[in-house]
């Protein structure tokens, strides 16, 4: 049987006009594409991508199972919506969401007894996943990005921004006061480019302290643990780090960028209960947790 997500990855590769591209659009790794187009290669029994040391592109074959397998792909995952839809009925399927490590582990785990207290009889998976997601192949029911997704048949809605500061540990500090803390003559704790190009790394250089970052990172509990430990000042959203006892905001003479997350759902799942459920949970989290 195809996997709709194989061919969700051969049409990535056809719009995008090449594997690697499809990849960075997707944000997944080159190697998990390259993985579902072989199984869709042996399947099929047709070479469907070019393999060459410039890039891997599609074949003719593999453009014109692309161009028909557009509307296939999207009628088996609709088909695949409405099967989960009707197992819902019963009340015990479980919903899947998807969100960022930080997301899940610092935002909406801690908020769980919320959802308990509601009554809620469905279990829920949390997946920690840094990579997008596809609703519509049915990888996640509800996803939370930070950046803003593309697609007709989401609904997207986008949740309360997320303010980012620098925090440094007692310890670091060494009884230095915050205001007399200057960040161009410290250890800096960032992010990496792992999600794109991301508003707070122009805005270090336009800071000019792109040369005092010692430390770069797609995770946000990476640069927590180490600001906790003394390894320097990180820049972290500032809401779940004020919760940590042990770290203290430095003052930036301008405010770094907000990300703004955003609150993703299909169109044939919106009205499943146990969705609705999740999506109005995840919602009043983020209003909480930046009031």
């Known amino acids: 049987m195809l996997d709709p997500r194989d061919l969700d990855d051969l049409i990535a590769i056809w719009r995008a006009g090449s594997l690697s591209a499809a990849a960075k659009r997707r944000r997944v790794a080159i190697s998990t594409i390259s993985r579902r187009i072989e199984s869709l290669e042996n399947k099929l029994k047709l070479r469907l991508v070019d393999r060459q040391a410039k890039g891997t592109t599609l074949t003719f074959f593999g453009e014109q199972i692309a161009q028909a397998s557009e509307p296939i792909a999207e009628q088996l995952a609709r088909v695949s919506r409405l099967a989960d839809s009707l197992r819902s009925e019963g009340g015990n399927s479980p919903v899947r969401l998807s969100a960022t490590e930080f997301v899940i582990s610092d935002v909406l785990a801690p908020a769980l007894p919320r959802l308990w207290e509601k009554g ?92 005092a970052v010692t430390l770069r990172t797609g995770s946000t509990r990476a640069l927590m643990t180490a600001a906790v430990s003394g390894a320097g000042i990180a820049l972290l959203p500032v809401a779940i780090a004020k919760r940590e006892e042990a770290l203290v905001e430095i003052p930036a003479s301008r405010s770094p960028p907000a990300r703004t997350p955003w609150l993703i759902v299909h169109r044939d799942l919106r009205h499943q209960p146990s969705i609705r459920a999740v999506h109005k949970w995840v919602l009043a989290t983020f209003a909480e947790l930046v009031r």
């Open 120 to 211: 809620v009889a469905f279990p829920i998976h949390l997946q920690s996943q840094g990579d997008v997601v596809s609703l519509a192949a049915r990888d996640a029911d509800i996803a939370v990005r930070m950046s803003r997704p593309e697609g007709a048949s989401l609904i997207i809605r986008n949740l309360p921004p997320l303010h980012l500061g620098f925090f440094a540990s007692h310890d670091y500090l060494e009884g230095t006061p915050p205001s007399g803390v200057d960040l161009t003559r410290e250890r800096l704790l960032t992010y990496d480019d792992s999600y794109g190009r991301l508003p707070e790394l122009a805005w270090l250089e336009d800071m000019g302290l792109r040369a």
